[in-house]
């Protein structure tokens, strides 16, 4: 059974696969912690317009397979928000790009 990558590893994976809508997003979330499927489709294009959805889900889906993001409900929204690991990754990015 192969052991879980460090937040280190998933962040060098990111960068090399050059995963820039990925890294976006869990900045974005790092950042304000909680958001909305449009927020984090405004973010990735710097809040001028929105990207297409089928292209944010695919990317939210892939990290939440990657277990960094989840969606939860409140109340009548679905948010999504970092997982224990995707903060870690986040944080690690954020600290790469001098944000912190």
Not at 76 to 89: A, D, F, I, Q, S
């Amino acid at each position: 059974m192969a052991s879980e990558k460090s937040a280190a590893e998933i962040a060098d994976e990111l960068v090399r696969e050059e995963k820039v809508r990925h890294m976006v997003f869990l900045l974005f979330l790092l950042h304000v912690n909680y958001a909305l499927e449009i927020d984090l489709r405004r973010a990735a294009t710097g809040g001028r317009y929105p990207i297409d959805a089928r292209l944010a889900r695919a990317t939210l889906s892939e990290l939440q397979e990657k277990g960094l993001v989840e969606l939860i409900r409140i109340g009548k929204y679905k948010v999504y928000r970092l997982t224990g690991k995707g903060r870690e990754v986040a944080e690690e990015l954020a600290r790469r790009a001098g944000l912190i």
